[in-house]
């Protein structure tokens, strides 16, 4: 990995200041060609993927690992999550979000946090190391969560493009960052796992409709504001078809920033949970919002703790 400055390598926030993808507009939804790399690195025989995974992820937005954990590290991530899930609803902090109309957690923020086993889960070499790759740069997080779906009555949530959102809520610049999904149930076709359209991180979709006052408060149980059309949707699943990221638990799903992507309800008995860590480009650290009058809480996005991740190698234990 090289680690060289790429385009968005500027110091102030006045250079970055530059709206390289304008969106919420106030007339109509616009389309334009994405102008940033998908993949930053150079594939070489020492790269922590292999030459077939870089290129799948390269044309497709997104790339699926399997067994990447040991049992024994999984029991203790699957284990650790359980109690984040079940504390008390009088002592949840407001970075607890639960399910429109009902009082199961939907999300945790701020993963790294909350739970040591989490922090040293988003360092490890398994997962920032091959952010680095993927962006050609040091990394930190972004953004952490904890994502629950539980059987029966888990919310869809509809597509959109995590870089519009990061872009013209928490200013960040370029599309120099990479989501990291690692699954800690089965996550199978039928109880609303990641949907994603391939293909599409290479178009930026500048969504129509200024962004409310406080937004965040309604996008996280139901985002409405920040979304494709739907004529949009149906045209590029048309044209670069629908996966969707399935696999048993310790799978672990990397996909560019700009994917368009979403999730089905679950109304199985089954159900799903993921940790998902957003691994940023140090040098495209957020500036002011691009299409908000103010950015969202550091809970969501992360502005004060810019710090690069120091890689870890190693089992993951207590």
């Not at 779906?149 to 200013?171: I, L």
Request: contains cysteine; charged residues 25%; proline residues 7%.
């Amino acid at each position: 990995m090289k680690f060289e400055a790429g385009l968005d390598a500027i110091a102030t926030d006045g250079a970055q200041r530059i709206d390289a993808y304008p969106t919420r507009l106030t007339s109509a939804e616009k389309i334009a060609e994405r102008l940033d790399p998908v993949l930053w690195s150079d594939w070489t025989e020492w790269a922590p993927l292999t030459e077939d995974e870089a290129r799948h992820y390269d044309e497709k937005g997104y790339l699926v690992r399997h067994d990447v954990f040991s049992d024994a590290e999984l029991d203790l991530l699957i284990s650790t999550a359980a109690k984040l899930r079940d504390m008390p609803a009088s002592e949840r902090p407001a970075d607890f979000v639960t399910e429109p109309g009902g009082d199961e957690v939907r999300t945790v923020f701020r993963l790294d946090e909350h739970s040591r086993v989490f922090a040293r889960l988003a360092a490890d070499s398994r997962l920032a190391g091959i952010a680095e790759f993927l962006l050609d740069d040091r990394v930190y997080l972004h953004q952490s969560r904890l994502n629950y779906k539980p059987g029966f009555k888990g919310k869809e949530f509809y597509w959109h493009s995590d870089f519009e959102t990061w872009h013209a809520e928490d200013g960040l610049p370029r599309m120099r960052a990479v989501s990291a999904s690692v699954l800690l149930t089965d996550n199978s076709r039928l109880n609303g796992p990641l949907l994603l359209i391939p293909g599409s991180q290479n178009e930026f979709i500048a969504c129509m409709g200024e962004t409310p006052e406080d937004n965040h408060e309604q996008s996280l149980k139901a985002q409405e504001v920040g979304v494709p059309q739907p004529s949009t949707i149906r045209r590029m699943a048309s044209h670069y078809g629908l996966d969707a990221a399935t696999g048993p638990a310790g799978t672990v799903v990397f996909f560019d920033c700009n994917t368009l992507h979403g999730s089905n309800g679950n109304i199985t008995p089954d159900p799903r949970s993921n940790a998902f860590f957003v691994f940023n480009s140090v040098t495209n650290r957020p500036v002011s919002p691009f299409a908000a009058a103010a950015a969202r809480p550091g809970w969501l996005a992360n502005r004060d703790k810019i710090r690069p991740i120091d890689v870890v190698e190693g089992p993951i234990t207590r």
